[in-house]
């Protein structure tokens, strides 16, 4: 994979990035979406943070596969998801979609309470997109 340039068009702009950036912003965005820190990502993939740091930010290289095992353990993802590129739909690594979905199941376990308010924010935040979408175009 070294040495192949990659370009990314992301909200119309075309983005350069090297394979080892891409694997360097989706490790950066993964470890964060998953509300770690580089001490405890590092701390649980068995490295110092002088590594993880250099493994984010400084390395020219990608990590052995092993420890790119490791990584995708601990951040529950598939590799694919640190070494590609991503698309524009997409969040973390993640489509919008599955990401909306994993969050229903969790608001699931909500009290009642909440998940009265979380249908009413939806049916409002439904009903304007309709009505927006119903309107004359000028």
């Given amino acids: 994979m070294q040495g192949i340039d990659m370009y990314i068009s992301l909200k119309n702009e075309t983005v350069y990035m090297s394979p080892v950036e891409i694997f360097q912003s989706n490790l950066r965005e993964l470890r964060k979406s998953r509300g770690l820190t580089q001490i405890q990502l590092a701390k649980k993939i068995g490295i110092s943070k002088r590594a ?14 092993e420890m790119l095992l490791k990584i995708t353990e601990v951040l529950e993802c598939k590799p694919d998801e640190l070494l590609s590129a991503k698309e524009a739909n997409s969040i973390d690594g993640r489509s919008v979609e599955a990401r909306l979905a994993k969050k229903f199941r969790a608001a699931a376990e909500l009290p009642e309470s909440d998940r009265k308010i979380l249908v009413q924010l939806l049916d409002s935040l439904l009903e304007k997109n309709k009505l927006l979408a119903d309107s004359p175009k000028s």
């Fill in 52 to 65: 993880m740091c250099y493994y984010e930010k400084g390395s020219k290289s990608f990590p052995s596969s």
